[in-house]
């Protein structure tokens, strides 16, 4: 066995290992990480953030009394408009990004030319602050509007009037959405609690459906299939299948303090995944950003910003994200798109044609040419050719070479100088397997034994070692008490072990009383 054992060539690793978190990044990981995030700073509150659904798709902001228009090339601020008597609360683009509808706190509602900026319609009939306004996205000529007043509207734009009241909320009306698929159907979220499905064909105000979310809503969503909803309230995001008669989905409570807005992103092509997929990004008072995926129920990607959180926007081209929060910063964030463009040269802007000039690939040798057989080493190997390669020389560390020589007391004195923990713990295992370790520690001298116990200090208690070196550690005492009783140095080693492990068991011990606390709260969470 020791002639077996001499002949070995490779270096000693340690056994033991933690179960640590994996280093290996999801392609999903990778591509929002792939947003570099920029701060717009000098705002104040921003409770809303919208996107144009046509390129170049500019993002307007709501803050203060003011709304902000924002180029999503260069993320700088193109034109505001000011003609708010009271702080803007919500803002909505039409689907031809043609007008622009805001809302603010005195309850009315103005709609604007997007381009001019110009007042075009001034919508007063909510007596509270209006919180939500809303152009459907398949239809041009009607708006969506929901108060304090716990009133839901729908408008006639072009007459300036509302076309019926929808009665149901007994709160405060603060979110909505309309139908990807029908014109005619929206949903509305309170502070009731309530989601109500509407649908503006049945005008005497009653909803066709509602779910309680058992919390205060604060924002909605339809998914792209049209036959679910997404609602955010309290620290949860829950799915809802409005086909099956409001069935809860699933809900999703990552967050540690209150979700204030949800909006639907699509993945972009080059994630790895499905462009056609879409995640549902969550924002929240505790500072994090969610990435939901709702086809796995899973949490994908996680953000954290040093300020809450109270909206969240993405392009539809996939490119831009922006973030709004209480202290009046945005983080907007760009992807950058590796784009391969073609310069195409047309045959009638030039006098004469000039022929591409073509490549010239060297011609494959076959074994049925003389050449194939005088190759020399520096020829590059074809595809088809096997490759014989020479086995790469492995340098061995000083503490194996002595391995190799049955130096085993050298070698751990070798290694424990080096003061390398892993090679340390390795060389151990090495000399347990070889039934040496025990041997070495009794011929070992006071100075090396000093060096011994120092280690054994620092790294016994750690989780990552302890399962070693704490029966190795009482082996080490019993075998040396009589050197360690004649010597002070020896002692003090030994006293500052004795204290490293009592402290490491009261702290297990506390653990273990906060797990008996926690343990029955969560059986009761869990009912």
């Keep these: 066995m020791e002639e077996a054992r001499a002949q070995k060539s490779f270096p000693v690793k340690a056994k033991v290992k933690t179960k640590g978190r994996s280093q290996k990044r999801s392609p999903e990981w990778k591509y929002w990480s792939s947003f570099k995030t920029h701060q717009i700073p000098n705002l104040i509150s921003v409770p809303s953030l919208t996107f144009s659904p046509t390129p170049p798709h500019t993002f307007a902001a709501a803050h203060s009394a003011s709304l902000t228009l924002f180029s999503p090339q260069t993320l700088a601020p193109t034109a505001t408009i000011s003609s708010f008597s009271d702080a803007v609360s919500c803002a909505s683009f039409r689907s031809d990004s043609l007008l622009l509808a805001a809302s603010d706190l005195s309850g009315l509602v103005q709609v604007f030319d997007a381009k001019s900026r110009a007042p075009l319609r001034r919508l007063r009939s909510h007596t509270r602050p209006c919180r939500f306004v809303h152009f459907p996205r398949l239809d041009k000529l009607h708006l969506i509007s929901a108060a304090d007043d716990a009133l839901v509207k ?263 100088e080096s003061k390398n923990p892993g090679n340390v713990l390795a060389v151990m295992e090495e000399l347990v397997a070889r039934r040496k370790l025990l041997k070495c520690v009794s011929n070992l001298d006071a100075e090396k034994l000093e060096l011994l116990l120092v280690f054994l200090h620092k790294y016994c208690t750690s989780p990552r070692y302890s399962s070693l070196l704490m029966g190795f550690t009482k082996k080490v005492l019993e075998m040396r008490a009589d050197e360690i009783r004649d010597s002070e140095a020896l002692k003090r080693h030994v006293r500052n072990l004795k204290r490293s492990v009592e402290e490491e068991i009261r702290v297990q011990m506390s653990l273990q009383e906060i797990q008996g606390i926690i343990s029955p709260l969560l059986k009761i969470a869990g009912r």
Excluded at 190 to 214: F, Q
Excluded at 340 to 355: D, G, N, T, Y
Excluded at 383 to 389: R, T
């Design 154 to 416: 729908l408008w006639d734009v072009a007459e300036e009037t509302p076309i019926v009241d929808f009665l149901g909320h007994k709160d405060y009306v603060r979110c909505g959405d309309s139908s990807p698929v029908n014109s005619d159907l929206f949903v509305t979220g309170s502070y009731d609690h309530v989601v109500k499905l509407w649908d503006a064909r049945v005008r005497d105000s009653k909803s066709s459906l509602h779910v309680n979310h058992g919390a205060p809503v604060q924002d909605v969503v339809f998914l792209p299939s049209g036959g679910m909803v997404a609602t955010a309230g309290g620290n949860s995001v829950k799915l809802w299948d409005l086909i099956g008669g409001g069935k809860l989905v699933y809900s999703m409570e990552s967050h540690n303090k209150t979700v204030t807005s949800i909006c639907l992103g699509r993945i972009g092509r080059d994630s790895g995944e499905d462009s056609n997929q879409f995640r549902i990004m969550s924002v929240g008072l505790d500072g994090y950003l969610k990435v939901f995926d709702y086809g796995a129920l899973k949490v994908t990607h996680s953000i954290r910003f040093p300020a809450p959180l109270l909206s969240v926007g993405y392009s539809q081209d996939c490119s831009t994200r922006v973030i709004g929060t209480s202290n009046g910063v945005i983080y907007a964030s760009k992807r950058k798109v590796k784009q391969v463009e073609k310069e195409k040269v047309s045959e009638s802007s030039l006098f004469w044609r000039i022929a591409p000039l073509e490549r010239t690939e060297k011609k494959v040798l076959r074994p049925s040419h003389f050449r194939y057989f005088h190759r020399g080493q520096g020829e590059k190997p074809s595809e088809g050719d096997y490759l014989v390669m020479r086995p790469k020389k492995v340098k061995l560390a000083e503490h194996d070479k002595l391995l190799n020589k049955f130096r085993h007391a050298d070698a751990l004195i070798s290694v424990l």
